[in-house]
């Protein structure tokens, strides 16, 4: 739970929050965890302090709320690089747009537990976080592809689907990019990761949509 708390705060930096915020967010209604005190979510906060120390976590009434400070997430990272990417073109923009596809690991949020997390959904953070980098990818992806490089072109399509596998627009890439390198066994295989990642049915139909 402290790790819950950790993560809503570190989301939510840019204000305050306040006790009932918390509990709405980390005890739904709805929920497997129940009803809460208010008692026990500031026992939880405290424990939360002493690991993230009094700078990071100050108390709540000097803050005016409960806030995280003096950190940077990799979600405020990506969003910076990619907005930095936007106002860019050529080189210029690939260059942050490789960075902010290397904080990529997964799917966001896909390992959460099962009994909590909820606010992450009900927010859309999870499916902004995964356009964010499918947008990220494609337009590094396309970046490449036409200035003439398909063999790197296939990387950022790749590393974007680590984000977001069910992306058809990526699998296109990827595709496209496989097809420009002149290499038959790379085709051979975004083919074979395409068909486990979407199954037979879609696959199918993007191999007649690309090579009707």
Not at 131 to 143: G, W
Not at 152 to 171: C, N, S, T, V
């Amino acid at each position: 739970i402290e790790e819950e708390l950790c993560c809503f705060l570190a989301l939510h930096s840019r204000r305050p929050g306040r006790t009932a915020e918390l509990i709405a967010a980390v005890w739904p209604l709805d929920g497997e965890r129940g009803e809460v005190t208010t008692k026990t979510v500031h026992n939880h906060l405290s424990t939360l302090r002493q690991h993230a120390g009094t700078e990071h976590l100050p108390d709540a009434v000097t803050a005016g709320g409960y806030v995280l400070r003096g950190f940077v997430t990799d979600w405020d990272e990506f969003t910076r690089l990619a907005a930095e990417a936007a106002g860019a073109t050529g080189e210029e923009a690939d260059r942050p747009r490789q960075r902010a596809l290397e904080l990529v690991r997964g799917v966001p949020f896909a390992d959460v537990p099962a009994t909590g997390y909820a606010w992450v959904f009900a927010e859309s953070l999870a499916t902004t976080m995964t356009v964010a980098i499918a947008d990220c990818a494609h337009q590094l992806s396309r970046s490449r592809l036409e200035a003439g490089d398909p063999r790197r072109a296939e990387e950022p399509a790749r590393h974007g689907l680590l984000g977001a596998p069910q992306d058809e627009r990526l699998w296109r890439d990827a595709v496209t990019a496989a097809g420009a390198s002149g290499d038959p066994a790379a085709v051979r295989r975004v083919w074979r990761d395409l068909t486990a990642a979407l199954g037979p049915e879609r696959a199918a139909a993007l191999r007649d949509e690309l090579d009707p």
